[in-house]
């Protein structure tokens, strides 16, 4: 199989699996923290998103310059069908993410995108049906507080590190990482316990004792 089926197939699988779930299957693992914080949530409900993880560092600055989207406008040089762009937001005052860019990252691909700052043209990101996760919404622009200055390293989202090519499940309940290393162990753990609550609710249903639904299939 190619890595780009592959890639797919995976973020099919991934794309079924709730974010609690893929957390308790890395607590299982020993990967005690994956969860990138309370304050990163999705900018109108019902929406979720999974896929690889392309990375994107920002900081903060006070300088006008005259091509202050620069660094940004490269990561659409680097992003592939099914990418989930996470952004270290270089402050909570403006906007890192808006509307003409998420149509750009649509017509490349991109299948969301997930910042610890904040973002403008929430209306329009939403009629565009364009999933975004991000700690609030500014009217302000980045040019002159802002800048993108690291592509595709290691950055911090909120309370984790995220590294490109891990994997990431964000829905309601919040974002959480994958380890790319984890990706097909997690995915297949998750399935399973997937099934098994599956059963344990239909016993719940049924009236059967907790304890003993609980003992039975150490699942709650």
């Given at each position: 199989m190619s890595s780009a089926n592959q890639k797919i197939e995976i973020n099919s699988r991934l794309a079924k699996i709730s974010s609690a779930l893929i957390s308790d299957v890395l607590d299982a693992l020993g990967v005690r923290e994956s969860f990138c914080g309370p304050q990163i949530h999705a900018l109108w409900r019902g929406v979720k998103v999974s896929g690889l993880v392309a990375t994107l560092k920002c900081s903060p600055t006070d300088k006008i310059v005259d091509d202050p989207y620069a660094g940004l406008f490269k990561l659409y040089e680097v992003i592939q069908p099914?990418?989930?762009?996470?952004?270290?937001?270089?402050?909570?005052?403006?906007?890192?993410?808006?509307?003409?860019?998420?149509?750009?990252?649509?017509?490349?691909?991109?299948?969301?995108?997930?910042?610890?700052?904040?973002?403008?043209?929430?209306?329009?990101?939403?009629?565009?049906?364009?999933?975004?996760?991000?700690?609030?919404?500014?009217?302000?622009?980045?040019?002159?507080?802002?800048?993108?200055?690291?592509?595709?390293?290691?950055?911090?989202?909120?309370?984790?590190?995220?590294?490109?090519?891990?994997?990431?499940?964000?829905?309601?309940?919040?974002?959480?990482?994958?380890?790319n290393h984890l990706i097909e162990s997690v995915i297949e753990k998750a399935e399973e316990k997937q099934r098994g609550e599956s059963t344990v609710r239909s016993e719940l249903a049924e009236g059967q004792n907790i304890s003993e639904v609980f003992a039975r299939h150490g699942i709650l």
């Open positions: 099914g990418d989930v762009i996470v952004i270290e937001s270089g402050d909570q005052v403006s906007g890192v993410w808006g509307e003409l860019l998420s149509v750009a990252a649509i017509a490349r691909g991109a299948a969301g995108v997930i910042t610890d700052g904040l973002v403008r043209d929430s209306d329009q990101i939403e009629e565009l049906n364009f999933p975004v996760f991000c700690t609030g919404t500014s009217p302000l622009d980045s040019s002159g507080r802002q800048i993108a200055v690291d592509l595709q390293k290691q950055i911090r989202c909120g309370q984790m590190l995220v590294n490109p090519n891990d994997w990431i499940v964000a829905d309601e309940l919040g974002v959480v990482v994958i380890p």
